[in-house]
């Protein structure tokens, strides 16, 4: 009888709380000038994560940072692009999203596919597409409230945000709304291509 069998939920929801980070210094450019970030991220909530079986992209792209790592982002993130328009602050993110990290795929660095939170992508050596796809979405929504999609095709994820400004470059549609393409690994790539 399967009375009582219920469906487990593996959403994240919410970070747990504790009080082990590690420290991870981050250096970019962006138009011409060198950008220092130092972030902490959450080693018992990366460690509770590689218990977890391994997730779908979807579930990892509603996951929370650490609640350190947010506000962290927050206040060395927000006072750049809150000076520039909706493109350059765009260009800002894929920037630091795609020169701040070491490139390998999941499969060279783990033998399998890993699709990691924020927290994670600063734990790990190494990302990849789908991690850096992960990590510019929670930028761009928590930092930029705007809407972001995944956008993928054999071998590869990127992102599409919403726009409503008219913004140079390759765009989507769904649900009648438009997404500019923003590619996370694609280095040197500007919000568009």
Same mark, same amino acid.
């Given at each position: ?7 487990l939920?593996?959403? @994240?929801?919410?970070a747990?709380?504790s009080a082990? !980070?590690?420290?991870? $210094?981050?250096?970019f450019s962006f ?11 959450d080693?018992?909530?990366v460690?509770l994560l590689?218990?977890f079986? @391994?997730?779908r992209p979807?579930?990892?792209?509603a996951?929370p940072?650490s609640?350190?790592?947010? %506000?962290q982002?927050?206040?060395?993130v927000?006072?750049? @692009?809150?000076?520039l ?5 765009? %260009?800002?993110?894929?920037? !630091?999203t ?7 795929t999941?499969?060279?660095?783990f033998?399998?596919e890993?699709?990691?939170? $924020?927290?994670q ?7 990849d597409c789908d ?7 929670y930028?761009?929504?928590n930092?930029m409230?705007?809407e972001?999609i995944?956008v993928?095709w054999p ?12 913004i140079?470059? %390759?765009? @989507?549609?769904?649900?009648?709304k438009?997404?500019l ?13």
């Open positions: 009888e399967e009375q009582g069998l219920r469906v939920s593996m959403n @994240i929801n919410q747990p709380t082990v !980070f590690e420290n991870k $210094p981050l250096q138009a011409g000038q060198q950008y220092s970030f130092e972030l902490s991220y080693r018992s909530y460690s590689g218990a079986p @391994i997730m979807e579930v990892m792209f996951a940072a609640s350190r790592l947010h %506000d982002l927050k206040s060395q927000e006072p750049v @692009i809150g000076q328009s909706t493109q350059h602050a765009l %260009d800002f993110l894929l920037r !630091f795609q020169k701040a990290f070491e490139y390998q999941d499969t060279e660095q033998g399998y890993v699709y990691m939170t $924020p927290d992508i600063l734990h790990f050596p190494y990302s991690d850096r796809s992960i990590f510019f979405a930028l761009v929504r930092f409230d705007r972001v995944a993928s071998g590869h994820l990127a992102t599409a945000v919403e726009v409503s400004e008219n140079e470059g %390759d765009l @989507i549609t769904l649900n009648g438009p997404y393409i923003c590619d996370p690994t694609y280095i040197g790539a500007d919000a568009g291509y």
